[in-house]
Structure formats: C-alpha cells, structure tokens
C-alpha cells in the first residue's frame, strides 16, 4: 500500500468543511496539540471548538500514520517491544481527540459535530483498514505469533501477541489485495449505515410527544412526573399543556401509573414504533446493515455474522450462546404466566372486561406488587434522591475496596451538568477522575453507558498512567420545586454503570489495549452486574437512603418489603432480554440475498420462542441501538445474561462471607477489577470464585423453578471455526 499516497484522503475534511473552519480565527492554539494544563489532564472542553476537531483529527492521522511507517519499515527482526508494543503506543493525537469527540458525539451532539461525524467516520474506518490490512504490518506480527513459544514472554505479552494475530486474521489480513479492497467498502459502508442509524434514532426520539390538555386524564401519574411534563411543554411552545416524551424518566413512569389506559397505549405503540416509518425510518437501514454484516463475514470465511462475532469471546459460537437463553427459557416463560396470572385476576375482579396487553405490563406489576407486598415505588421514590445514590456508590466502593470520591467543582466539564470527582485509593494516592452526567437532554442519546477519556497504563519510563472515567445516565430530572428522585430501576442502573467505572479505575494492566474494560464481551458486563447486587443490601441502604425532605434513613418495614419483592416481575425482566437477544442472534445467523420484512422476521422469531403475548421485545429491530447503532453487541446481545450467571455466582462467595468482606472483596479487585484483558477472563474468575460458575445463582436471584417445563428451541450455529479468542477494547460500555 502506497501509504503516502493514501494519507491524502485525511486532509479532505479541512476542505469539506468550509463554514465550521470559518467560524474560527484560525489564531488560537488548538488545546489537542499541547499537554492539557488542567487538574489530571482533564481535557480543557471550555476550550475545544470545532474547528479543533478537524485539525486534531487530520494532524492526528498524519501522525499514525508516520508511527505505522516506522513499525513496518523497521529494519530490525520483528519482536514484542518493536512491533506489538510501538502498535500499542501508536495514533497518541489520534487517541486523545477520538475520546473527546465519540464522548460528545453521544452526550451533547450539535449540528455542527453531526457534520464532522458524517465526515470523519469514514476517513478514520479507512485509517483502520489500512492498519489491520497492512501486509508488512501483519508478517511482523506472524513472525512473532509462530515463534510465540520461544520468546519467554509474560503472560499478558503473549495474550497481546495472540489478540494481535486474531484481530489481524478476522479483520482481513489473509485475504487477497482484490478482497481487501472489498472489504475496505463493506466496513466503509457498515460505518456510514451505523452514522445513520443513530441519526434517524436520535432525531425519531426528540420528535416525538404525547400531549396531554387535561389534568385529569393524568390520574395516577406522580407530581414530579407531571410537573416535568409541564416544563418539558413549555420548552417544545405548549405552555400549559403536559408533553411526555420517549425518555425513560417521561415513559416509564406514565406506563407504571397512569390509570388511564389508552394514555398507556399511545405511549407504548409511540415507543414500540420508534423509528419505524417515515423520514427517520430505520427498516431499510438495518436491511442494509444485515446484507453488508453478511457479505462481510463470507469474505472472512464465516459461515454467517453470529459465527464471526461469537468465536471472538467466552461463548465461542452462536450454539453455546443460544444453549444459556434455553435453559433459562422454560422457567422464564413458567414465571411469566404466573406474573400475567396474578394481573389478570385484578383486572377480572375489578370488572374491566379486557385481556392483559404489554402496554398494561408495568401497570397491573405494581398494582400486584402493592397488593401483596404493601409496596408503592412512589413511596420509595423521596429516599432514593439522586445525590443520595450518588453516595451509596461511593460508599459502596469505599467499605469494598477503601477508596474515596472527592468532588473537583472548578474541573472541566463538557456540559455543566456533569460532575467532576477526584477518585483516591486508602493510602491517599490518586487512583483516577471520575464524572457523572445523569439527566436526559435533547442533545444525548437514549440509554445509560460508561466510557474514558483517558486509559490506564504504564508509559515507557514506568510512570502509572491514570484514567478518567465517566458514567452517562438518562435518570429523572430534577423540577422546579423537586429534586430528582430515582426509581428502582434507575438505582439499579446507577450502580451498575458505576461497576463499569470502577472495572477502569482501578485498571492495573500494564498496556493500553489491555486495560480496565477493554475484555471479552461476554465478560465485561461481570463488573457492572455484580455491583448490582449492593444497591438494595439493607447494610448499605441505611447508609444512603435518606429521605430527602426529612433525612429520615429508610425504614426497616420498607427495606423488609424490598426483600420480599426483590424477585417480583422477573419473568419480565427475563423474558424481554431473552426475547432481545435471541432476535439479535437470528439477525447475526442470516445470510439475506435481499430485503426482509423486519415486523414479520420479529414475529417469527417470536412464534419460534413461543413467547408470551404479553411481553413484547424490550427493543424492536429499529431502535436496537446496541446491535445496529455499532457492532460492539451485535450477535452479543446474549452477554447480559451470560455475564449475570458469572455475578451471580460471584456474589455468593459475598454473601457466604459477608458482603463487605476484605478478602473476598480485594480477591475481587485484584483478579478482576485490576486485571483488565491482561489473562483469559474463565482463569480470572475462577482464580477469584475458586471454580467454574452455574447459573443455580441467577435462577435463584430471579426465583425460577429450575424443574419448569423445558421449551425445546431450535439452535442454529452448532459449528463455530476454531480461532484464537481476538480482543477488541469497545469504545462504550452499556
């Protein structure tokens, strides 16, 4: 590959961008191109402009570019620190706007990063082809790959050779010149229809409301909810008139209480049809999407997506990955008929003459989790203030592993809802900067999700590289009178996303690509999920949940009824992920010639799960961003339920020990948390747990009948090609 040439291409998107380049002087110095002069080398965000982006991205590829030329033109014999660790230290400009800009892009996304993001995407997916489709660049690698056993490398060194060979062969680095061009427009192609995607969704969930006149069709709806509807209408010119919107805290909370059930209907079919018609239509985007993944994967030599996907990680192929989802399935379904059961009787016994729907679902569950548990997540609602949760996660990580948050109220901050904390380990040594961003805006992506802007490691003089980390919410927003209060739901989110921070800052790994969450997919959610298990343990609610009014600790009578509903509506819970993830790994089995019905292919994958008509997917094909707003979950939807059976297990040892047990909780942090992807994530495990994990815990965790009925599912992809496991760091951790 003639790379000077090809770095040509870079340099078009100066020249594309007229306007946003004209919209600066031109006289300032671009904060990207210095060392950030802030606390922990926060990036300087006050200072950043759009035209920075541009510059930083063209000079930052200018820059990898000259780093891959050294690596594959070194004239020395290929070996770790020449090769594999200069990869690791290569495209430093590149890295460091990358992180700003795909945090922002996500978080606070403006017309004008739009138009750079059309732009940009592109010309970095080339960058990246060029890199793993280099053939210098991957003989290196082969050379030191078959002399693997006789370069006395340590552990992670050699699993960093193996996840270079593997990540090198999948990405096309044994295919012809003709097919590397080919593949180069399929990924080209794949990154411009996942741009759209994530348009189309973006803008589908802004526009969209539900006006509501009259107050009294709102009976049973929260004042808080309600008063946020009255702000949210005057914001979009409907002063006086009460607006919801598709944004979980304006949804669910009209789904679980508003007694006016054609209200909960039109929100339901308003979010069940997300993105499905008109101009932000995503139908003819996933076809799209299906064919290229596809096309993509028979060039490599798969027999299919899923198979290319799931050989990669701890499953290994999309039959191991649908053989969990079964066993789990029968006793999913047992317990959703009861739940359904329990709703119906309710429903009968009031008179109301109609058959459970789904957008009755959330609505009649708390109505029979206040029947026979005396509970009323309203009443909940004032002791789970959000500052409060905020402090259970930081206790929660203090009693585990003795560090303290500190808040930096003075440090850069990309939006001035974000929070800014200095994260210290016992012996008082900075350990990494954490910030939280936890209400919707119209400019931020639906969802909840962790990321970095910066990576732990350790720099070539043997300096310990500290992270910053952030945690993004769409939690319920304050009002004008009432703070925000959270639900269980969102408790539960807080803590868990919080787990995918502490998994990068307390990082120890000693290279770039191997750090904090940067492991197998079917492994990356066991930090996030175990840390679930906390937030509703009676020792630590009565350190947080405070009411916010009165200070008053929760009292032991709504903690003893948490208890005992702890596992009610879990057949739900279960069967919306199950129900997701099968679709998910369908998709990834296709090989479509041409277009699909997407409503029809949903529904047969629904008569093939014989699934309840009551529950329906807990995202349609549209809006599914985590498969087809990227490829970071695609065919890996499935890891959510793979990794509850590894936190479950996990949280046993907790619980035989005592859940803030010293040991148990620093064998925690050091086989996992510090681990990152240095050692092969079932070694780490067990090393931790002391054997290999069942999924007895998580059937108990959600009360199942493990003797239920077993439902005999089809399962395709019985063959997987037996590869080296490749290790991908994901850019965003859901």
Known sequence: MNLKKRAGCAFLLLASLPAIQAATTGTETNPFFAPYNTPYEIPPF??????????????????????????????EAPTFENTILAMDKMGTLLERVSRVFNSLTQTDMTPELS??????????????????????????????????????LDPDQRRMVESSYSRFTRNGALLSPNDKE????????????????????????????????DENELSGIPEATKKAALETGKKRGYDGKYVFTLHAPSRLPLLKNADNRNLREKMYRGYSSLASSGQYDNRPVINEIL??????????????????????????????????????????????????????????????????????????SDKVRKEKYDIDENQLRPYFQIDSVRNGIFTMANRLYGVTFTEIPDAPKYNPEVKVYDMRDANGEHVAVFMTDYHPRASKRQGAWASKF??????????????????????????????????????????????????GMLSRARYKSQSGTSVDRDFVELPSQIHEHWAFEPELLKTYAHHYQTGEVIPDELIEKLEASSTHGSGFHLAER???????????????????????????????????????????????????????YAAGYYTYMWAEVLDCDGFELFEQNGIFDKETADSLRE??????????????????RGQKPTPDALMKKYGLDPNAPKINLKINGEKAIPKKTTKISPKIIE
Do not use: C
Not at 121 to 150: C, G, Q, W
Not at 344 to 355: H, N, T
């Open 291 to 364: 064919k290229t993944r596809a096309a993509k994967a028979k060039l490599l030599g798969y027999p299919d997506y899923a198979t290319y996907m799931t050989e990669r990680v701890m499953a290994g192929s999309p039959a191991e990955a649908q053989k969990l989802m079964q066993q789990m399935w029968g006793p999913t379904v047992q317990k959703v008929k009861e739940e359904v059961a329990e709703m119906q009787q309710i429903v009968d016994r009031d008179g109301l003459g109609f058959k459970i729907e789904p957008w009755d679902y959330y609505y009649y």
């Open 671 to 688: 086989n996992i948390l510090e681990k990152g992807g240095s050692e092969d994530p079932m070694t780490l495990f067990v090393r931790f």
């Open 182 to 213: 080919t593949l180069k427009a399929l990924n080209n192609k794949l990154s411009e229809l996942y741009l759209k995607f994530n348009k189309n969704l973006l803008a589908a969930t802004n526009e969209f409301e539900l006006i509501v006149e």
């Open 578 to 632: 199950i129900t997701a993830a099968w679709l998910d790994m369908q998709y990834g089995l296709l090989n479509p010639e041409g277009d699909i019905d997407i409503e029809a292919f949903e529904q047969q994958v629904v008569n093939d799960l014989g699934a309840p008509s009551e529950v329906e997917y807990r995202y349609h094909s549209p809006y599914f961003k985590h498969i087809f707003g990227g490829e970071g």
């Open 46 to 75: 006050d200072k950043i402009k759009p035209v920075h982006y541009i510059e930083a991205y063209d000079e930052g590829l200018k820059e990898a570019r000259q780093d891959l030329d050294r690596i594959v033109n070194n004239p």
């Open 115 to 152: 138009e750079i993001n059309d732009k940009i995407t592109p010309i970095v997916s080339a960058y990246h082809d060029e890199i793993s489709m280099n053939p210098k660049l991957f003989e290196r690698i082969k050379t030191i790959y078959d002399n693997l056993d006789n370069l006395n």
């Open 454 to 503: 910066k990576a732990s490691y350790i720099d070539e003089n043997g300096n310990d590289i500290r992270p910053i980390n952030y945690n993004v919410g769409n939690f319920t927003a304050p009002s004008a009178d009432v703070p925000s209060q959270l639900s269980l739901d969102e408790v539960e989110t807080m803590f868990h996303e919080f787990g995918h921070g502490l998994h």
